[in-house]
Structures are given as structure tokens and as C-alpha cells.
């Protein structure tokens, strides 16, 4: 048995270690926050000069036109590598162009891929909403908490194209909220090669070709790039914004990954505690009893909250990550129409080409060409300028109340942690008095 002492010297070594843990704890938890305030600062002071428009209008009553749209519901179907999740996708709507007030179909997560391919091919210009990653681990496909997750960035994403107003008025997303399993596996499983390509398919093929060889003759080394300040400034803050917005998100991973070892580390401990308890007298076996309850209690409470940190924080910014990946892929699609317009204005002055001057239908047909390019690139144009205002706006929105579930967070957590050690310290003094 332990002297007086040398219990006085275990209890006092015991919850200083744990104060000591504690305050590293926090202090690193102040770091993480100090760090993404400044991000979340930088990125804001960073945008762009765009003018803010209104908060949205809180949803319509039934009186007016409305859709809503929720993914619930996450079953598993299959076995082995043939294994996938199913949802339910409940569509409530007064639009009449749907069938019914509401509606509720089967979705999988490749039939979510169909729709946003589709929505990107026909809304040139729009910033489509992405969807949630694919699992790289197989063994993390199936956990309950990447289902959940898949699930929610489901439901974010249509709801996103719900809510647009270019993108609700889309075929192809009434399809997808009303079709039954069969058309939809039909529409998925037509086929894309080469031989069942359309004959203008065929046609744009040629033109490719066609545009690669004349650049070959007329000496063109690099490709047409719009030249735009305003447009440079656009690409600059996304290029930027992607790389700020994924460092804060590698470290909001950490820090999700930091809350767990330290509960599962004081889940240990507690054990231990409890153990090492059971082997002393009554006062320091309360002792380490009491503190290994607590630990265990804590241990819990941050499990709880990296959970929480998960789908509040690192998953919001991993959304924002994957949504400035979209807008990259319409600035290409930008590029494109605008190679395409000077191609056609630049074909259009070779005059020193006969066949045009012989044959003039063909000069008729390749002016309409070049006249509906500049259209589809204005086009382009137009609706960026009108999404990138959009985008902001809601960036702001998302990410303040992404910043504002973190604070909350830590300071609950915080103050669970200093009530839990608070409440130990009374037993603990009046064993060591």
C-alpha cells in the first residue's frame, strides 16, 4: 500500500498530466482557430469586387411555385463488388410540368453522375453544383459515416440545382425526380462510342481535325486565349481561392483527426485509471476511479464532437474545394467556345481560298456557323459574370455558417472539458488534504 506521501505524489503528478494535457489540448485548439479565422479572412478579402445582392427570400407558401427536393433513406443493396447504396429521393412541388404535388423514386449514386454530366453538356456557362467523392478506400464504402456523408452531399447537390433558376427548368432534372428505375437505368446505359455518335457528332469530329491541321499550316504554336483583365482577375481569384479553401480543409481534416486520438486516448487512459483503482484502497482507489469515469465521459464527448467537426467544418470545405473543381471546368469550357469563335472569324477571311469564293452556300452556312459561336460565347460570358456573383454570395453564406458551427463547437467542448475537471478537483484535493 502507497504512504501518505507517496499517494500526495501520485494524485498531484496524476492531475497535473492531465491539466498539462489539457492545456496542450486547448492551445493547440487555439492555433487550429487562429488559423482558419485567418483563412476564412484572407479568402474574404480576396474576393473579388462584386456587388452583394439580397439574402434569399424565405421559402414560398404553398400558394406559390415551389420545389423541394430531399435524398433519405440510404439503403444497401447487393454483394461483394456488385454492392451499392440505394436512396430515396422525395420530390414536393406544385410546378405543373411534374406529375403530382409529390413523388418518390429510387436513386443510386451513379444515376446523381447521369444528371450533373447531363446539366454540364446543355448549361454552358453555369457552374454546376458537384457531387460528393467517391470513396478510395473500399473498405470505408459501406461505414455508416461515409453513407451519411454521401447521403447529405446528395441532398446538397440537388437541391443546388433545385433552387437555380437556369437549372430547374432543366428536362433532364425532371426526368431524374420522376422516372421510374427502369427508364433511368435505360437512359444511363445508352450508349456514348463512336458508332452511335449523331451525324453533327460526326461533324464536330471533322472540324477538330479540320481546325488541328490548319493550325499545323498556318504556323500556330499556341492555342487563342482570351484576353481579358477582368476575366485574368476571375481566374486568378479562383486559382487562389482552390488552393486556400483545400489548405483549410487539410488541416480542418487534422483537426477532426486530433479530436479522435484524443478521445480514444482518454478512453485508455480512463480504462486504466479504473484498473489501476481497483487494485488500491478505498480513498485512492475513489480516486482513480472518479478520474477514470471522467476521462471516459470526455473521451465520448469528443468523439461526439469530431463527428460533428466532420459534417459541420472539414465537409463544407471540402464542398467548396470540389465547387471552385466546377467552375474550372466552365472557365475551360469558356476557353473553348472562344478558340472556336476565332477559328471560325479567322477562316472566314481567307479569302485566298477559292473553294469559298466558288461555292457560296458554303460561305452563307459558315457565317451563320461563326455568327451562332459569338452568340454561344456571349452566352457563356453573360452566365458566368451572373454565377460568379451567385457563387460568392453563397460561399459567404455556407462558410460563415461553417466558421460559426466551429466556434460553437469548441466553445461547448471547451467548457465540458473544464466543468468535467472542475467537478474532479474537489475529491481530488480532499484526498491529498
Known amino acids: 500500500m502507497f504512504s501518505t506521501v507517496n499517494y500526495e505524489?501520485?494524485?498531484?503528478?496524476?492531475?497535473?498530466?492531465?491539466?498539462?494535457?489539457?492545456?496542450k489540448y486547448s492551445h493547440s485548439l487555439l492555433i487550429a482557430s487562429n488559423f482558419f479565422v485567418f483563412v476564412y479572412l484572407f479568402v474574404e478579402i480576396n474576393k473579388m469586387d462584386q456587388q452583394q445582392s439580397g439574402s434569399p427570400s424565405p421559402?414560398?407558401?404553398?400558394?406559390?411555385?415551389?420545389?423541394?427536393?430531399?435524398?433519405?433513406?440510404?439503403?444497401?443493396?447487393?454483394?461483394?463488388?456488385?454492392?451499392?447504396?440505394?436512396?430515396?429521393?422525395?420530390?414536393?412541388?406544385n410546378l405543373p410540368e411534374y406529375q403530382g404535388h409529390e413523388k418518390i423514386v429510387i436513386r443510386r449514386y451513379r444515376d446523381f453522375v447521369w444528371l450533373r454530366d447531363r446539366l454540364f453538356d446543355k448549361f454552358k456557362g453555369v457552374f454546376i453544383?458537384?457531387?460528393p467523392e467517391k470513396s478510395a478506400v473500399e473498405k470505408f464504402r459501406f461505414s455508416a459515416e461515409f453513407i451519411e456523408m454521401r447521403r447529405q452531399g446528395l441532398d446538397i447537390f440537388v437541391n443546388r440545382i433545385a433552387s437555380h433558376q437556369e437549372l430547374q427548368q432543366s428536362e433532364d432534372l425532371r426526368t431524374f425526380l420522376q422516372a421510374d428505375e427502369e427508364t433511368m437505368e435505360r437512359l444511363r446505359s445508352q450508349e456514348t462510342g463512336i458508332f452511335k455518335k449523331k451525324p453533327a457528332d460526326f461533324m464536330q469530329i471533322f472540324k477538330d481535325v479540320q481546325s488541328k491541321v490548319s493550325d499545323?499550316?498556318?504556323?500556330?504554336?499556341k492555342p487563342v486565349e482570351e484576353s481579358n483583365p477582368e476575366y485574368e482577375k476571375l481566374k486568378h481569384y479562383i486559382f487562389e481561392l482552390e488552393n486556400h479553401l483545400a489548405e483549410a480543409q487539410k488541416h480542418?481534416?487534422?483537426?477532426?483527426?486530433?479530436?479522435?486520438?484524443?478521445?480514444?486516448?482518454?478512453?485508455?487512459?480512463?480504462?486504466?485509471?479504473?484498473?489501476?483503482?481497483a487494485c488500491e484502497g478505498d480513498i485512492l482507489g475513489k480516486a482513480f476511479s472518479d478520474l477514470g469515469t471522467k476521462s471516459e465521459a470526455l473521451s465520448v464527448k469528443l468523439q461526439k464532437e469530431a463527428h460533428q467537426l466532420l459534417m459541420n467544418f472539414e465537409e463544407p470545405l471540402k464542398d467548396y474545394v470540389r465547387a471552385v473543381q466546377s467552375i474550372k471546368?466552365?472557365?475551360?469550357?469558356?476557353?473553348?467556345?472562344?478558340?472556336?469563335?476565332?477559328?471560325?472569324?479567322?477562316?472566314?477571311k481567307l479569302k485566298e481560298i477559292n473553294l469559298y469564293v466558288l461555292v457560296p452556300p458554303f460561305l452563307v452556312l459558315l457565317k451563320a456557323e461563326s455568327e451562332e459561336a459569338t452568340r454561344r460565347f456571349e452566352t457563356i460570358v453573360r452566365l458566368m459574370n451572373e454565377e460568379i456573383v451567385r457563387f460568392q454570395e453563397q460561399k459567404t453564406l455556407d462558410m460563415g455558417i461553417a466558421f460559426h458551427e466551429f466556434a460553437k463547437g469548441q466553445a461547448r467542448l471547451a467548457n465540458s472539458i473544464a466543468d468535467a475537471w472542475r467537478s474532479l478537483l474537489p475529491k481530488l484535493e480532499a484526498c491529498s488534504s
Open 129 to 131: 453544383p458537384p457531387l
Open 59 to 93: 421559402r414560398s407558401p404553398s400558394s406559390q411555385p415551389y420545389l423541394s427536393v430531399s435524398v433519405t433513406d440510404p439503403v444497401k443493396l447487393g454483394n461483394g463488388v456488385q454492392a451499392y447504396i440505394s436512396y430515396r429521393v422525395i420530390t414536393k412541388t
Open 216 to 221: 499545323v499550316v498556318l504556323g500556330k504554336e
Open 9 to 23: 505524489s501520485a494524485t498531484s503528478l496524476i492531475v497535473f498530466s492531465v491539466a498539462q494535457s489539457v492545456y
Open 252 to 277: 480542418a481534416y487534422r483537426l477532426v483527426k486530433r479530436h479522435r486520438e484524443l478521445g480514444q486516448s482518454l478512453l485508455d487512459f480512463g480504462k486504466a485509471a479504473k484498473l489501476l483503482g
Open 329 to 348: 471546368a466552365t472557365i475551360t469550357e469558356r476557353a473553348n467556345a472562344f478558340r472556336h469563335q476565332c477559328e471560325l472569324a479567322e477562316t472566314m
